[in-house]
């Protein structure tokens, strides 16, 4: 923990931004240090804002990643079935409707940060355990790694012509047993350019900020592209389009063939499968609350995301529905479950045949796209986790906060880059992406479990004064149940052994990691707030409303002058 640092959190100087790119929740893009060195002062004019447009294409922008282009592989391995796939794209988009209880605690609080708002507000006590278990999440959870796997995985197909992931039978042999590991050269060359991605992003963000923008905004035009010829080629696939054999999946409800012909299909784990397919599927959908960890910057926040929101969502929720049903009416069962992180290649092979457009230059609009989404969500999370290093709850505080030396979140972007290397190194690069988005996807689900739970608990605590502090935008008390007891079952059923969709990893291991959240939080919480003070050091949270309403905090670390009392837990 580092010493007393205060800070001055206003509202970013969004100069170059235009509309449609993801941000992060408040961070340094023009910022003036006071005589002493302690404080830093954000601050953006009213006209430079985001209006309705604006803020729905920020959300657009941030849904719309590599999911879409890669998750209905493993969605496919989990569900063996056309239309029990397409329910859970169904279902995915109709629980983007859960975003209402985001929306009234949006129009209540309409300040940047997010879910570590909200957590704080409803967690009062024990004072710090929310944003202790937020920060663990933030930054050992939010990453690029996945998003740097299949960029990785895309271009190696543009130079070689050829789908480098496991392939055939969903990454096992003819006999069913898992296919050998890629030989370690082709393996860490895989590795390389995605440790070579992140990279270059982050170091176009820390040293060129302005460019790091107009490429992200560049880039996201490319992901637009690419979305709207999957569902246009879609259709050219079911009025009979094709180079390859039709693919009948629409005959039955559970398509013609089977996914994987030669794994043993074990019933009992089928809702640990259902469990995975789902979160694969909200992992496609996250990003609808974007617009939440930038509301300081939004003109009219409570009645600007109102709008924004429910149209944002409602325009991916058709894309991607479209563009599931332009895949299975150009790919059979096999061809979609063993493609990989590649199914928008495969599925482009299909209806256009095998000429140079396909084999490469499509694959590298796709892989442009990817990029863009890797820039946009390292612009975001780098500044996301330089708050919460403002905060003073992190180890080296100071550094991790530090806007050195051209005003970027420089402490914020190593530790991001730091995170998401460590998982790129990790598993073998053909199970890593369903493997992170899914951890990622876990971790997620934690966190809005909470926030669920407490706002349940704001609404019907007869002790509450939420009635009276929210607007008159409420969600209902019936979605906000069904939107826990969902995620209960996302948090639940993995433990169930199940036929796994990441071959290489031991089933347990993601529902055993992402419950890390909680615990590593609690315990860094009470090691900080509970363990120091028992040894003569307390922690203060100052918080002054300046004159133009911006906020000084600060945290203080010292010697505690009543350690000789007994320490108060709770």
């Known amino acids: ?62 849904m719309i990643g590599t999911g879409i282009f890669s998750t209905p592989s493993t969605i496919m391995q989990a569900t063996n079935s056309v239309g029990a796939s397409l329910l859970f794209w169904v279902l995915g988009g109709f629980m983007t409707l859960w975003m209402s209880a985001y929306l009234e605690l949006g129009t209540a609080l309409p300040r940047s940060g997010g879910e ?9 006590k024990p004072k710090y355990l929310a944003t202790s278990i937020f920060a663990v999440e933030i930054v ?17 197909r543009v130079v070689h012509g050829l789908d480098p992931s496991l392939s055939g039978n969903c990454g096992r042999s003819s006999n069913g047993q898992l296919k050998a590991p890629s030989p370690l050269a082709e393996e860490w060359i895989n590795k390389g350019i995605s440790m070579a991605a992140i990279t270059l992003v982050c170091l176009v963000h820390a040293f060129t900020p302005k460019f790091g923008i107009y490429m992200s905004n560049a880039l996201a035009f490319f992901k637009l592209i690419m979305l709207l010829l999957v569902v246009c080629t879609g259709f050219a696939a079911l009025a009979g389009n094709l180079k390859a054999p039709r693919p009948d999946n629409f005959s039955t409800f559970d398509g013609a063939g089977v996914a994987c012909p030669d794994v043993h299909e074990d019933s009992s784990g089928r809702a640990a499968d259902f469990s995975l397919a789902l979160m694969q599927v909200l992992y496609s959908y996250s ?16 009645e600007t995301l109102k709008i924004a929101a429910p149209l944002a969502n409602l325009t991916v929720t058709v894309l991607y529905i479209l563009a599931n049903i332009g895949y299975f009416a150009a790919s059979s069962k096999t061809e979609i479950a063993s493609s990989g992180t590649t199914v928008a290649a495969s599925f482009f092979t299909n209806v256009y045949g095998q000429g140079f457009f396909v084999t490469r230059i499509l694959p590298f609009i796709i892989s442009l796209s990817i990029l863009g989404n ?70 997620q689900s934690w966190v809005k479990l909470l926030i669920a739970l407490g706002l349940i608990y704001l609404t019907l605590s007869p002790t509450s004064t939420w009635k009276a502090e929210r607007t008159s935008f409420h969600t209902s008390n019936f979605l906000t149940v069904t939107w826990a007891l969902s995620l209960l079952f996302v948090l639940s059923a993995p433990f169930i052994k199940n036929n796994t969709i990441t071959p290489t990893v ?11 959240v909680v615990v590593i939080g609690t315990i860094y919480w009470a090691y900080w707030f509970k363990i120091w003070p028992l040894f003569g050091y307390n922690i203060e949270h100052h918080v002054e409303v300046l004159p133009d309403g911006s906020e000084r905090v600060r945290y203080v670390h010292g010697r505690n002058t009543m350690a000789t009392k007994s320490p108060l837990w709770w």
Not at 116 to 124: F, G, N, Q, S, T
Not at 142 to 154: D, L
Request: charged share 15%; net charge neutral.
């Open 1 to 62: 923990m580092e010493p007393a640092k205060v800070f001055r959190k206003d509202i970013i100087d969004l100069e170059g931004v235009t509309p449609g790119f993801s941000h992060g929740t408040t961070g340094v893009v023009g910022g003036h240090g006071d005589s002493d060195g302690n404080s830093h002062l954000f601050i953006i004019p009213e006209h430079r804002k985001l209006g309705v447009t604006s803020t729905t294409l920020l959300i657009v922008n941030r």
């Open 116 to 124: 570590k708002v909200y957590l704080e507000r409803i967690y009062r």
């Open 140 to 156: 050992c959870f939010a990453h690029s790694a996945a998003n740097c796997i299949n960029f990785s995985g895309y271009l190696l």
């Open 287 to 302: 990003g609808w609350e974007n617009a939440n960890y930038v509301l300081t910057e939004v003109r009219n926040a409570p």
């Open 374 to 443: 890797i820039s946009s969500q390292t612009f975001a999370a780098a500044r996301v986790k330089q708050e919460v290093a403002k905060e003073g709850i992190l180890p080296f505080s100071k550094f991790f906060a530090s806007d050195w030396p051209i005003q970027t979140p420089t402490g914020g972007l190593l530790l991001h880059w730091m995170f998401t290397v460590a998982l790129i190194a990790g598993p073998q690069s053909s199970d890593a992406y369903p493997f992170i988005s899914l951890l990622y996807t876990y971790c």
């Open 506 to 516: 031991p089933w347990f291991v993601v529902p055993t990691v992402g419950c890390s």
